[in-house]
C-alpha cells in the first residue's frame, strides 16, 4: 500500500495542517462535517474558501443538517453559494419530514477533509472554538487511500441531494466497501466498517487497545470483549474521566462490571476532554476515524475510519495510547464493587436498554 501518514493529536493541530493544506489548493477542496460552527475557527476555514472559489478551486462542502444546525439556519449558506462554491447539508430535519421522524436518526457524522485529491485529513475533529484543546486523533495521508476517501465523499455528496426515494434507495445498495477507508451506513448490507471492527476484535491474539470518547457497548460486544479477555488478550480501554450526557456516562458504566471481572482493563483519562477514537490489535492492525463504540455508530450514523496495516502508523497509535495511560486513573474491581449503591441501581435500570442508545 503506497501511502502516507502523518497524525495530529489535538483539535488544533489538526485544524493548523488543515487550513495550510487549504491554502496550498491549485483544483479542489471537498469537505465533510459533521460539526461545522460560525464561529472563529469555522470562519478561518471559510476565508479560505472564499478565497480558493475566486482563485478558480472547485470547493464541495457536506455538512450534516443537525451537528451543524447553527451554520445551517445563519445567512452563510446563500452567501457561499453566490460565491461559487458548493454546499450541501445532509439529512435536512424539517416540520415537513415528521411522518418520516425515524430518518432524522440517520446523521452523517464522517470528517474528511480532501485536497486536490490527493491529500487527505480524517479523524474525530469537529470544527468548532470549545473543541480547541480537546485530545482527539486526526490524520493526514497521502497516496492511494485518498482515492478512496474521493470516491467515498463522492457517493455521499449524491446521496445527500437526491430527494427521490427509490433513487436513494439505488444509491444506498450501490454504497461500495473500500479496502482502507471503511465506511458504515444504516443499513444492514452497508455495515462495513462495524463488521470490520468486529472480525479484528475477534481475531486478536495477544493485546486490545481502545481509546473512546463514547463507549457503549451492547450485550453482543460486550460479550466479544469479555471473551477476548478470558482468552488471555489484554484488553486496555480509555474513556474520558467526564462525559457531556449524563445518560451516555451511566449507559457506559453499565457495562463495567462484566468486563471488570473478566480482566479488562478500563481507565479514565484526567486532563481535559478526550474525542480519539482509535483501536490498535496485535501491533498489526489499527483504525482511526469518526466511529464511536455506541449503537449511533454502530446502527443510525454514517461514518468512516482509516483501517491500516503500516507498522508506522499502527506503531504511532499504539505511542498514543501509551502517552495517554500516563495521565488516566485506572479503575478497578474493587473499586467499582464500592461504587454508591445508587449508582447500581441506575446502572441496573439502563443496562438492558444501553443497546439502543
Known amino acids: ?42 470562519r478561518k476555514f471559510l476565508e479560505i474558501f472564499r478565497r480558493k472559489a475566486g482563485e478558480g478551486v472547485r470547493v464541495r462542502l457536506l455538512m450534516d443538517a ?13 452567501e457561499l453559494t453566490k460565491l461559487g462554491i458548493e454546499l450541501r447539508f445532509f439529512n435536512i430535519i424539517s416540520p415537513w419530514r415528521i411522518r418520516n421522524f425515524f430518518s432524522w436518526f440517520f446523521r452523517n457524522h464522517r470528517k474528511t477533509l480532501i485536497v486536490d485529491d490527493n491529500i487527505g485529513f480524517t479523524g474525530g475533529v469537529g470544527i468548532g472554538d470549545y473543541m480547541k484543546n480537546w485530545r482527539d486523533t486526526s490524520g493526514k495521508i ?19 441531494n437526491d430527494k427521490n426515494l427509490s433513487s436513494r434507495l439505488r444509491k444506498w445498495r450501490a454504497l461500495k466497501k473500500h479496502k482502507n477507508f471503511i465506511t458504515n451506513a444504516p443499513y ?38 469479555r471473551r477476548a479477555a478470558l482468552r488471555k488478550v489484554d484488553v486496555q ?26 480482566g479488562v482493563r ?3 483519562y484526567q486532563p481535559e476532554v478526550l474525542h480519539a477514537k482509535t483501536l490498535v490489535i496485535d501491533d498489526a492492525w489499527a483504525t482511526y476515524g469518526s466511529f464511536n463504540f455506541d449503537n449511533r455508530s454502530f446502527y443510525y450514523n454514517y461514518e468512516a475510519n482509516l483501517v491500516s496495516e503500516d507498522l508506522a502508523s499502527i506503531q504511532a497509535l499504539k505511542r498514543h495510547f501509551q502517552e495517554d495511560l500516563k495521565h ?21 435500570l439502563v443496562s438492558p436498554i444501553r443497546g439502543i442508545l
Open 237 to 262: 480501554i480509555i474513556l474520558p474521566d467526564k462525559i457531556d450526557v449524563l445518560l451516555l456516562a451511566t449507559a457506559s458504566h453499565a457495562s463495567f462490571f462484566d468486563l471488570l471481572k473478566r
Open 328 to 348: 488516566c486513573r485506572e479503575i478497578t474491581l474493587s473499586e467499582w464493587r464500592k461504587r454508591p449503591l445508587l449508582q447500581k441501581i441506575i446502572e441496573l
Open 142 to 160: 497521502g497516496g492511494e487511500i485518498v482515492k478512496e476517501m474521493s470516491e467515498s465523499f463522492l457517493e455521499m455528496w449524491n446521496l445527500s
Open 1 to 42: 500500500m503506497d501511502s502516507s501518514y502523518e497524525f495530529y493529536t489535538t483539535s488544533k493541530e489538526a485544524w493548523n495542517a488543515m487550513l495550510e493544506s487549504c491554502r496550498q489548493a491549485v483544483k479542489s477542496i471537498d469537505m465533510e462535517q459533521y460539526i461545522f460552527a460560525d464561529d472563529e475557527i469555522g
Open 66 to 78: 443537525a451537528g451543524s444546525y447553527g451554520f445551517y439556519k445563519s445567512s452563510i449558506p446563500p
Open 188 to 225: 444492514f448490507k452497508k455495515r462495513f466498517l462495524h463488521k470490520a471492527l468486529i472480525r479484528a476484535i475477534n481475531c486478536a491474539e495477544e493485546s486490545i487497545l481502545i481509546t473512546n470518547p463514547y463507549f457503549v457497548p451492547d450485550h453482543h460486544l460486550t460479550k466479544i470483549l
Open 266 to 268: 478500563i481507565f479514565k
